[in-house]
């Protein structure tokens, strides 16, 4: 089966919008809040720095090698043992999961949308109280939201990789882009910017426990999109020639500015008006509407360019999170690239809806397990437990397993003086930190 190729921009920027995602914007200044700052942000840069990069490099190479779906590709490239390593692929069955919460937040950020540009909430009080109902009592507002999310993301996926996925993604992102240029510009101005610099850049070590350490590695593979599929199926759409390496670095570089740009202007923001930073999830929906609010005028522009700006990071990183499986369905059973769209766009839509009746007040105790609801499940599965696993795979698939032969052909020229840094970095330094990751999540190292 012949995938459709991305322009060679077309595959960057729909890589960078993949990556930049719910991730940047919503999950990376609450977890930063709560990990106390400074030394969380800079265990997450090192860790993009010394694991990102490699394991981005691994993917994008498996998918360019193989060209085709998740399963093949490793199947196709394993010189032994292939009936073993095809199994490796459904590491792709994750981005199907994150997609069954993933939508439920594109559709609360939609719904903020309206809530921005007629009636934000007037204090914090307040806010939590629209935040709170929603969730735990708009059974009916969030799955009509989490519906619109899922007809979105469908239609681009069905349209195809050039048609839908890249054009999508060459509209909203120099959008996204542009909304957080001049929000950034704003906060600048204000005199709680170096105060927001310093609570992200100043490192306070006590603060920093194994949990935040191993959340930071968590954080750094799902922001990146590794682990996923995503990258390694975009880069099976890669046109022969393209620089694996160059994406990488510019992927890399665009995600962390965002998420670095999106941090101050929340957290200037937040301490221009007194909020507290660490506020868990609710930071984007509870405090930052009531800090909106009392911005005045410039603040309500500002509340409905901010959703939309997360409602574009949210729905571009959504079809790179629903593209892996569709195109195991395309090569595996030769379905139609609609049908497949379709049957895991009902899929994801039919368990989201699980997802935000796990948080009602009347069914969440019917979906919650060891204190855990389904929608922190899935959370927690995927970024925290079959990532870091996925991870682990590729890097000793590169490493080990893959003639080294097929690896320089592709990547020596492209890395120069820099190939066997990176070839130490992928057999050993991403499996140590990923192994790490693992004990930790088992409980069995702790700090
Ligand atoms: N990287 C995206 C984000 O930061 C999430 C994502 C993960 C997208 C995996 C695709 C694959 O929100």
């Given at each position: 089966m012949k995938i459709a190729q991305f322009s060679r921009f077309g595959f960057m920027i729909s890589a960078v919008g993949a990556a930049v995602g719910l991730g940047n914007i919503w999950k990376f200044p609450y977890i930063t809040g709560k990990y106390g700052g400074g030394a969380f942000v800079l265990v997450y840069l090192i860790t993009v720095m010394l694991v990102g990069f490699s394991v981005m490099i691994a993917e994008m190479l498996i998918g360019y090698l193989g060209r085709r779906d998740c399963n093949t590709n490793f199947e196709h490239l394993a010189p032994r043992h292939k009936g073993l390593w095809k199994?490796?692929?459904?590491?792709?069955?994750t981005s199907t999961l994150v997609m069954m919460y993933y939508s439920v937040v594109i559709g609360w950020i939609l719904n903020y949308i309206v809530v921005a540009s007629t009636r934000l909430p007037a204090s914090i009080a307040e806010a939590e109280v629209t935040f709170n109902t929603m969730l735990t009592q708009g059974v009916g507002t969030q799955i009509f939201y989490h519906t619109l999310a899922f007809l979105i993301t469908t239609i681009v996926v069905a349209k195809?990789?050039?048609?839908?996925i890249e054009k999508f993604n060459m509209i909203l992102m120099p959008l996204l882009i542009a909304i957080l240029a001049i929000m950034f510009a704003y906060a600048m101005t204000m005199s709680s910017f170096s105060h927001a610099a310093s609570y992200m850049f100043a490192a306070d070590w006590s603060k920093l426990n194994s949990e935040a350490f191993a959340v930071a590695v968590g954080h750094a593979f799902f922001t990146l999109s590794l682990g996923y599929g995503s990258i390694m199926i975009y880069s099976a759409s890669?046109?022969?020639?393209?620089n694996i390496v160059h994406s990488t670095l510019f992927v890399i570089a665009g995600d962390t500015l965002i998420a670095l740009m999106a941090g101050m202007v929340l957290f200037t923001f937040l301490f221009q008006y007194g909020a507290e930073p660490a506020k868990g999830p609710g930071l984007v929906f509870i405090s930052l509407p009531a800090v909106f609010y009392a911005m005045g005028a410039i603040g309500s522009i500002f509340a409905v360019l901010f959703f939309f700006a997360l409602a574009f990071a949210g729905l571009t990183s959504a079809v790179s999170l629903v593209e892996p499986m569709v195109q195991y369905l395309i090569d595996k059973f030769d379905m139609t690239r609609l049908k497949a769209a379709i049957v895991i766009g009902l899929i994801f839509y039919l368990f989201g809806i699980v997802a935000i009746l796990s948080q009602i007040e009347w069914s969440a105790p019917y979906l919650t397990w060891g204190g855990k609801n389904f929608f922190d499940w899935m959370d927690y599965l995927t970024s925290s437990v079959l990532l870091p696993v996925a991870g682990f795979i590729m890097a000793i698939f590169v490493g080990f397993v893959i003639e080294k032969e097929r690896v320089t052909s592709v990547l020596k020229s492209q890395l120069g003086w820099s190939f066997p840094l990176w070839y130490f970095s992928i057999r050993y330094i991403a499996p140590i930190a990923l192994i790490f990751v693992m004990l930790n999540l088992m409980g069995i190292i702790t700090f």
């Open positions: 199994h490796a692929g459904w590491m792709a069955v195809g990789i050039k048609g839908g890669l046109p022969k020639g393209g």
